[in-house]
């Protein structure tokens, strides 16, 4: 029974990596991943500069050295344009690499947002952002290691057996375009909320590893993704308060709901969270919901998460907790994430207090 289960658990990470269609990259920490969430985050920050790091290993109980890693790095900047409103602009690199095949996305991507204030004054204001992204990105497999079903002699595998399919290349290049709206609103030094929207891969660029015309049964459209996140920063005390998100995913056949909340813990002297002394630690605990094929949607995760915010520097790290059916090949295993964040302020902060990412 335990290999059945092992066996169970491979197949269903062959089909991940083999259905180039599937579902995007997604980090736990999407609060601590604003430009991998939506182009219209771009330099919505208190500070001026912001660099971005996050690392996510996913079934590495499992399948050791073949887990699936993504990484990702990003920088944005906030540029005033006038006397309220804000340009913010940003560069990204992020990679996937999942199972035996090696299966593997690169995407570098320039990020742009404008923000303009909509309501309010100086303290307290909303603001609407619209962004936008476009990069090049290159998918490879390694289809060496392939297993087929053509290649079983006897229950065992035979390499020298042909195998099922042939392939015209094992990687190539694509166009990626997306687009996203922001809307935030600063009621107080220490309360906040914001909701947004993105559409991703607008252009829905051919995934086939064989030649097509983008006509033909050998093109493979890039399903196109929604997402949509709010969430905010609400203080009931001066050492404490709440982080709540949620952001939904929409890609294809695939849907992803992740939801939770923070309790956030202000170790400084003031809970004004732009002072030089910023110091805060988190809480955190998430869940994640996701659709099963016909079965519905499922609870497929829960996730612990701490952050620690230490001047100009955050530090996250959250644990994914399986509880789906696949928990018995797992032990309950699922992924673990690190995020860091160094945020570079100049003098000049217009008095505007942005959502805390």
Not at 3 to 9: E, P
Not at 56 to 62: F, L, P
Not at 104 to 114: G, L
Not at 131 to 148: C, K, V
Request: glycine content about 10%; some cysteine; aromatic content about 14%.
């Amino acid at each position: 029974m335990k290999l059945i289960k092992y066996l169970a658990i491979l197949v269903c990470t062959f089909l991940v990596v083999c259905t180039t269609t599937a579902q995007d990259i997604h980090f736990s920490q999407f609060y601590l991943s604003p430009l991998n969430l939506n182009p219209a985050m771009t330099g919505i920050m208190d500070c001026n500069h912001r660099l971005t790091v996050n690392y996510r290993s996913q079934w590495q109980s499992v399948l050791k050295s073949n887990a699936f890693n993504t990484y990702s790095v990003s920088y944005d900047m906030r540029v005033p344009v006038g006397r309220h409103d804000n340009f913010g602009w940003g560069l990204s690199l992020w990679g996937d690499r999942a199972g035996e095949l090696s299966f593997s996305t690169m995407e570098a991507r320039t990020h742009f947002a404008y923000s303009k204030r909509i309501a309010g004054g100086r303290k307290r204001a909303t603001y609407l952002t619209a962004g936008g992204e476009a990069g090049i990105a290159q998918r490879s497999i390694d289809f060496l290691n392939a297993r087929w079903g053509t290649q079983n002699d006897g229950g065992v595998f035979n390499p020298n057996l042909p195998t099922q399919e042939e392939f015209d290349y094992n990687n190539f290049l694509f166009a990626d375009v997306s687009g996203g709206l922001l809307l935030y609103s600063v009621l107080s030094e220490t309360t906040n909320f914001y909701v947004g929207g993105a559409f991703s891969h607008l252009n829905r660029a051919n995934q086939s590893f064989n030649d097509g015309d983008g006509e033909g049964e050998d093109f493979e459209a890039y399903y196109s993704k929604l997402t949509i996140h709010a969430g905010g920063e609400f203080m009931l005390t001066d050492r404490m308060g709440l982080v709540p998100g949620i952001v939904i995913f929409n890609q294809g056949p695939s849907f992803e709901l992740n939801m939770g909340s923070s309790l956030k813990f202000n170790l400084g002297g003031r809970s004004y969270r732009r002072d030089a002394n910023r110091q805060a630690f988190h809480l955190g605990m998430w869940t994640r919901l996701a659709n099963r094929l016909d079965n519905g949607i499922l609870m497929d995760a829960l996730i612990l998460s701490t952050r620690f915010d230490f001047n100009q520097f955050t530090l996250g790290f959250s644990y994914d907790v399986n509880v789906s059916s696949l928990q018995a090949a797992s032990n309950s295993n699922g992924a673990y994430e690190v995020s860091l964040v160094y945020r570079i302020c100049n003098e000049d902060r217009r008095g505007v207090i942005c959502p805390e990412f």
